[in-house]
């Protein structure tokens, strides 16, 4: 077992999500400067005979009680607070909730960065592995599958990537950094309605660890599993992931610049793909915002262009507007938005980390 030291900088904002929508009263309240998540056991707790219904039937909310009794700068019935607020004055505003721990620190889940790290791998290995697009699978869930097979293993028993383990990554300072972003999907013709997240910004940094399992490689498992061919892949991991980074980096700054007022993200991306790297260290994209380039064979799929035409007709893939052949796909674009000068305009994509890794004792099994 070789196992690596991680170390995951985050260079914009960040949301993965918890899979929870965080409603306005009943999980959190505002002021003019921050949404404060609100401890409903706490609230329940010492507040217990006020949650009586109405002549109507309704009963009152968490935050409705807070602000009747004058408790709303009481910390004891906060879970944590975060900077920013929601652009929406509804009373049933909602907020995208990121993932957290039981203390309700964010942090990075290892099935995250896997799952970058595998899409890069398959995009750097498909012509390794002589693969074209011919035909797929008319199940949407299982429309790769056979490009699965033959880059990582017959199963997921079989599995190349069972030799590769990442761990959750966590940092002390992530909870202090949680801000409220405004999220918004650009076209080049147009922005659409506003998507409220918690999301993680400024200079945090995260820890874990990776480990590559040797014995996946070992001869008696060769009988079984055929990795030794690709056992280089996982030697050059982070070089085939910025490798894949590059790609779509270039690709992000051309459809940027199509857009009038993205000059701020592409100043971002242009010092992304300035950047030098050691062959310790990638780029990658993680998270909400990722986009299907992030996550599929991408480029791979796009070499027809009448085989993709006809894979996005069937999936369904093009909700609305018409597209032309070779027309870009896909047509939006993930950002944070922000204010300046009573406007928005997009600052950056979402997601984009720098990941470092150094090497520990080896284990030996």
């Known amino acids: 077992m070789t196992t690596y030291h991680l170390k995951i900088s985050l260079l914009s904002p960040l949301h993965i999500g918890s899979g929870e929508e965080l409603r306005a009263e009943f999980d959190f309240i505002t002021d003019s400067k921050n949404t404060y998540r609100l401890d409903v056991d706490a609230i329940m707790l010492d507040f217990a005979d006020q949650f009586q219904p109405d002549s109507r039937g309704v009963f009152p909310t968490p935050g409705y009680i807070l602000k009747k ?5 009481n910390p004891k ?14 009373t049933d505003a909602r907020v995208q909730e990121c993932i957290k721990d039981v203390h309700d620190e964010p942090y990075l889940p290892g099935s995250s960065i896997k799952g970058a790290l595998r899409t890069a791998l398959a995009w750097s290995g498909w012509s390794e592995k002589n693969l074209e697009v011919d035909a797929w699978s008319r199940n949407k869930f299982q429309a790769g599958s056979k490009f699965e097979s033959a880059l990582f293993g017959k199963d997921p028993n079989h599995d190349l990537l069972k030799a590769l383990h990442v761990s959750d990554c966590f940092s002390i300072s992530a909870k202090r950094r949680l801000v ?3 999220a918004q999907v650009l076209t080049k013709t147009d922005i659409g309605t506003p998507i409220e997240l918690e999301a993680l910004a400024g200079d945090i940094v995260f820890t874990g660890n990776l ?12 009988e079984v599993l055929h990795f030794s061919d690709r056992k280089h892949w996982l030697d050059e991991i982070l070089i085939r992931a910025q490798n894949h980074s590059r790609a779509r ?5 051309k459809w940027f610049n199509t857009i009038d007022s993205g000059e701020r993200v592409v100043n971002f991306l242009d010092q992304l793909y300035s950047v030098a790297l050691n062959s310790n260290q990638a780029l990658i994209q993680i998270g909400w915002g990722t986009g299907w380039d992030g996550m599929t064979f991408w480029t791979h799929l796009q070499q027809d262009e009448y085989l993709f035409e006809k894979m996005l007709k069937e999936y369904n893939m093009v909700r609305k507007g018409h597209r032309e052949l070779g027309d870009v796909f896909p047509k939006s674009r993930r950002v944070v938005m922000q204010t300046k000068d009573g406007v928005d305009k997009p600052l950056a994509p979402f997601g984009w980390v720098l990941v470092e890794m150094e090497p520990l004792a080896k284990e030996t099994n």
Do not use: C, H, Q, W
């Open 69 to 73: 009794f004058n408790s709303f700068s």
């Open 77 to 90: 019935y906060y879970r944590y607070v975060i900077k920013g607020y929601p652009r929406s004055n509804k």
């Open 180 to 182: 409220l972003a405004n």
């Open 211 to 222: 480990k590559i399992d040797d014995t996946y490689f070992s001869e008696a498992a060769e």
């Open 249 to 253: 980096i270039e690709s992000m700054l």
